[in-house]
């Protein structure tokens, strides 16, 4: 039977728009070494706007001021599936951010459209959440 797991990630920019930040995967994740876009698992009975919220705060120190779904796609592995709902967010201040759980992330880093890493995890572009 096929597992069905529930995420959220987060389109976050730099004030000006012109850089989107990114985490790599540590050594103990599933995917490690890949960048990602920050987010985290939807726990039972959490909305992903919740979940959204709370894994900011906890993973990166940001409390989210405003936040717009963008879209949801399916990921498949074998005996997977993980649903992915994406978002743009707008934090209160990009000035708290701080890397709280090294286990997920190892790295954090601020890209542009033409310094994109070479292995996202998910098919994203930078402006996939640019309104």
């Known amino acids: 039977m096929e597992q069905v797991v529930e995420v959220v990630r987060a ?4 004030d000006d728009k012109k850089f989107l930040l990114l985490g790599k995967r540590g050594d103990i994740q599933k995917f490690s070494g890949m960048w990602d876009l920050p987010g985290c698992r939807i726990a039972k009975g ?3 706007g ?4 709370r894994g900011l705060k906890d993973k990166l120190n940001l409390e989210v001021f405003s936040y717009s779904h963008i879209k949801t796609e399916i990921d498949r592995t074998e005996d997977v599936r993980c649903n992915v709902h994406f978002f743009w967010v707008l934090p209160e201040k990009l000035s708290d951010l701080n890397l709280n759980d090294a286990n997920v992330l190892e790295e954090l880093s601020w890209f542009t459209n033409k310094t994109m890493p070479e292995y996202l995890l998910h ?4 402006d996939d959440g640019i309104y």
Request: no cysteine; aromatic share 20%.
């Open 11 to 14: 389109f976050i920019y730099s």
């Open 46 to 48: 959490e909305s992903a």
């Open 50 to 53: 919740e979940a959204l919220i």
């Open 123 to 126: 098919n994203i572009k930078f």
